[in-house]
């Protein structure tokens, strides 16, 4: 199983990203897919997950009005749009896939590499 991640980059705040996660090696529409990520010096955290048809998302409290996690299913791609960006959401985002949409809030399957997404003041 591969995920491939990309989209990361340098951003002001206040301003907008998408990430990006193509799956291969797994079929793709019978898994939830979600994001973590790991700011400098803190453990890693959950962002969003999204059930295998994409129609029940979960998002965290920390990210909940200003990121959507969405997939489609044709491209094998689940994305993470990342608008009002803060500094504080500066980190290494990971995609991460697994059966079951709730047990992937804290133990996927599988991870991808990350990609990192900065955020200046």
């Known amino acids: 199983v591969q995920l491939q991640a990309c989209g990361g980059g340098l951003v002001q705040a206040g301003g907008s990203l998408r990430l990006s996660c193509a799956a291969s090696g797994l079929t793709f529409s019978t898994y939830g897919m979600g994001w973590f990520r790991q700011a400098p010096g803190k453990e890693r955290e959950y962002v969003a997950t999204?059930?295998?048809?994409?129609?029940?998302?979960y998002v965290a409290d920390s990210v909940k009005g200003r990121f959507t996690i969405s997939r489609d299913n044709a491209k094998n791609t689940v994305y993470l749009q990342m608008n009002s960006l803060k500094p504080e959401d500066t980190a290494v985002y990971y995609c991460v896939a697994g059966r079951d949409t709730i047990v992937i809030r804290t133990t996927p399957n599988y991870w991808g590499q990350g990609t990192q997404v900065t955020v200046s003041s």
């Open positions: 999204i059930n295998y048809s994409g129609n029940s998302v």
